[in-house]
């Protein structure tokens, strides 16, 4: 990704963050999104959005992507009034899992700790026991 490239992608992840967060007023969009990153094409014609949404119900991300393709076109005349380019991307928006995916993990992490620890406080008797069985003189 050249310097270009990456300087753009920060720039419409801003402009529409702030753009789903104060201009959007879609029942479809979490309150939770966020755009997690930006990937533009290299000769710029396509911007590809990847969004995150913090809900308890699977189908949310699926309908606040849904929300953001039906708004892309509001989106896109948002960056063109933001961004000095000659033709602004169009932009194609993605559910991304990535960050549900580590939320599990922890959750999965965590559980086993969980399980684990009462074990490992019973395993440090206050005997002094050697491994053989017999106990220290």
Do not use: K, N, W
């Amino acid at each position: 990704m050249s310097r270009r490239t990456q300087r753009l992608s920060s720039l419409i992840r801003r402009i529409l963050a702030d753009a789903i967060q104060t201009r959007l007023s879609d029942p479809r969009i979490a309150p939770f999104t966020s755009i997690t990153r930006v990937e533009v094409a290299a000769d710029l014609t396509i911007a590809t959005v990847y969004v995150s949404v913090m809900a308890q119900r699977e189908t949310a991300g699926r309908l606040t992507v849904e929300a953001l393709e039906s708004a892309a076109g509001r989106l896109r005349s948002r960056l063109a009034d933001e961004l000095t380019v000659r033709r602004v991307p169009e932009l194609r928006f993605r559910y991304d899992e990535s960050l549900q995916g580590a939320f599990e993990t922890v959750r999965v992490i965590e559980s086993l700790v969980g399980e684990h620890a009462p074990a490992a406080e019973g395993a440090g008797s206050e005997t002094d026991e050697q491994p053989d069985g017999r106990e220290d003189e």
